[in-house]
């Protein structure tokens, strides 16, 4: 047996293990996905519906980022409503609910990066940040679908690896009302998008068969699931990808830890 007193350094894995544990990140990735679902994806209907210069609708969004093709992507797009009728029966106040419940889940996503660098909330009169920072997620999101009409092959491959790393890079350090410096974040956004690439490939695998088979089983409820599975998937990543990060610009010097197992 070690001396109480001796330091006791760990595997790389034991300490994320550790760390993903006390942020209770399978947690984590759940509440986003409820949240996505439910506060997020009505008000990204709206503003998909509004596009001026496109017409398909959040559906749409949701198969690109998926990588759906085929009878998966017309399987979800039934699920939604379809853009007309969303603008025809979206009042102002009803609008304006639609950016507060987005506010809750920018600020789900502000507490995640708290834990995650150990910081303490910042006051409520931050919100400004909050709502700078959905803005910025809407544009990013549009920018992605975009370019699927515009560029093709590589070019998009590298559009979208260099937005999303802008994105992720700058988002945690808004949020974090830059208390965190850039090249502590840098290392996060960069596992971050490297992450999102590997679910995109695996939902293409797995859940492009899944929603055609869940929705000749449960219908429209069948799809649902499968989309908060995918919005589960992106929290785990958005979450796993900034704590991992932190772990890589630390180093082995923070993994050590005092007495023994």
């Not at 994806?41 to 559906?59: N, T």
């Not at 589960?232 to 990808?241: E, L």
Request: glycine share 12%; with cysteine.
């Amino acid at each position: 047996m070690e001396p109480s007193g001796e330091p006791r350094e760990r595997s790389w894995l034991g300490e994320l293990y550790r760390r993903a544990k006390d942020l209770e990140l399978l947690h984590r990735a759940m509440g986003f996905a409820t949240l996505a679902l439910v506060t997020l994806a009505p008000l990204l209907i709206v503003v998909a519906a509004a596009d001026p210069l496109r017409h398909e609708g959040f559906a749409l969004w949701l198969v690109d980022g998926m990588g759906l093709s085929g009878r998966s992507a017309e399987a979800v797009d039934r699920v939604f409503s379809p853009p007309s009728r969303v603008v025809g029966t979206t009042s102002l106040w009803g609008g304006v609910l639609l950016a507060v419940f987005g506010l809750s889940f920018a600020a789900s996503v502000q507490n995640g990066y708290e834990r995650i660098w150990g910081l303490s909330s910042g006051p409520w009169h931050r919100v400004w940040r909050q709502l700078v920072w959905l803005v910025a997620l809407m544009a990013y999101l549009y920018l992605q679908v975009q370019s699927r009409t515009v560029l093709d092959g590589s070019y998009r491959i590298a559009l979208s690896a260099g937005t999303g790393l802008l994105f992720f890079w700058w988002g945690p350090r808004f949020l974090l009302g830059h208390q965190v410096r850039w090249r502590e974040l840098l290392p996060g956004a960069l596992v971050t998008v490297a992450c999102l690439a590997g679910l995109r490939v695996f939902s293409f695998l797995v859940f492009t068969p899944l929603v055609v088979t869940n929705a000749l089983s449960y219908g429209a409820v069948g799809t649902v699931l499968v989309v908060e599975s995918w919005f589960a998937g992106v929290g785990f990543v958005v979450y796993g990808g900034a704590l991992f990060g932190r772990m890589v610009w630390e180093g082995p010097a923070s993994w050590r830890t005092r007495g023994t197992p």
